[in-house]
């Protein structure tokens, strides 16, 4: 073919897909509303005439309803629900009643046919068409929701809103009922600047506080929550970790290439954090001093499994990680400095001051609390101690975590006399050194 002959086999094939495919379909719409008038005037008018008149129309009324009206099917199609009633009486065989003339079965299955492939014809032009959406406001737990998604706090500025109202039918979110009166405008307006007011602007941007922000001391408030949030989601729980190492110090063969960071990882737990623990747990007591050396001898108390090709943790394996996590964490905040509540009340707004304190508590955390093993003064009084020849003082000593052990411990002290009858300058204080006596504890 020439390039001109296709160039109007384009055309005309363009004219077809524009033209003629619209106008064909408009067709088939009119042949089936004519194929609806000319079956409702064949079959459903001469019904309606025969067995339905009589006391369906204009003049009586029975039961409020006139179907000598409906003289087209197009009329038939604007009361659609009602026609769904009829066919349920027809269905039912409740009409025409038992003393009215009655129509044959197969009259009665060809008329709810005809009339029933109308309606179905009407509804599936309407398919996907819900109708008259009418606009509306979000309701109040919307508007409550909407907030929450959009600042990811639970403002709910709603709180002061009226209920809201209730439709014909029982619903409160239809657009016939979610007006907007001018006073309800005034009220979302409100809502808006209760919202701005939990704003707050940060170096990374806007973020919103689940409270209103508007002072410092609102501010500092926002970011001492935000930091204790912060460790309340990252708290260690030491019998987790504990557990986790048993089970590595008891691995099978199969894991035995495997590293503590990679077991960690594998209990989703802090590969670093449990490092530092299995560095100051493998070591061997005697290598430790004090608590280290106290923390290896309790960790080397905790019994093996009783199957080490599977090992898993029994009860009282279970208790003993336990015991042990607890008497850990007690000594966690005996050893380090005390630390003060990061809000105080009825402390004031003094920003500096505030600063300042907490700046010198973030620099004695994780540190070691000297006090806590500083010497502890002991006095004991006896009277009345000139019949008695000697005087026996028994002193007890116990483990940090209450176990009974056996050991030694050097006092360094004397014994002081005092006789308030004495008037002579050597009785009246005498000292007894006590220095390099060692006393066996009954620990």
Known sequence: MLPQEIKFVNSVFCFLRLFFIPILSLCFLIASD????????????????????????????????????????????????????????????????????QPSAELRAEMLKVVEGILVEEARKYTGDPGVVVPRRLTNSEFDNTIKDITGVDIRPTASFPLDPSSGEGFNNTGEALMMSPSLFKKYYGAAQQVADHALLTSTGIKFAPHAVTTFADRQKYFEQSILKFYDGHKIDYEDYLTALWLYKYRTA??????????????????????????????????????????????????????????????????????????????????????????????????????????????????????????????????????????????????????????????????????????????????????????????
Request: charged share 25%.
């Open 254 to 443: 199969n894991d035995k290439a495997t590293s503590v960071d990679a077991w960690a990882k594998n209990k989703n737990l802090s590969s670093k954090y449990m490092s530092l623990i299995w560095e100051a747990l493998k070591g061997a007591p005697e290598e430790g001093q004090f608590y280290l050396s106290w923390l290896r001898q309790s960790w080397e108390t905790i019994p093996a499994p009783k199957n080490l090709l599977e090992p898993t943790v029994s009860n009282e394996v279970a208790q003993a990680l336990k015991t042990l996590a607890n008497d850990i964490r007690e000594l966690s905040i005996k050893l380090c400095p005390p630390e003060t509540p990061a809000i105080v009340a009825n402390a004031g707004n003094g920003p500096v001051a505030h600063l300042d304190t907490r700046r010198k508590m973030a620099q004695s955390r994780d540190t070691f609390n000297f006090k806590s093993a500083s010497v502890q003064r002991f006095q004991q009084s006896f009277s009345n101690v000139g019949n008695t020849p000697t005087i026996k003082l028994t002193i007890e000593i116990a483990a940090s975590n209450n176990l009974k052990a056996d050991g030694f411990v050097t006092l360094d002290g004397g014994f002081t006399t005092s006789n308030p009858d004495c008037k002579f300058e050597r009785c009246q204080k005498e000292k007894v050194d006590l220095a390099n006596i060692t006393f066996r504890a009954c620990a």
């Open 34 to 101: 004519v194929y609806a008038a000319d079956t409702f005037t064949d079959k459903v008018l001469p019904f309606l005439k025969t067995y339905c008149s009589e006391c369906h129309n204009q003049k009586t009324k029975n039961g409020e309803l006139d179907l000598s009206r409906y003289t087209t099917a197009a009329k038939a199609i604007e009361d659609f629900k009602q026609w769904e009633h009829v066919m349920t009486f027809l269905r039912k065989e409740e009409m025409p009643p038992a003393k009215s003339k």
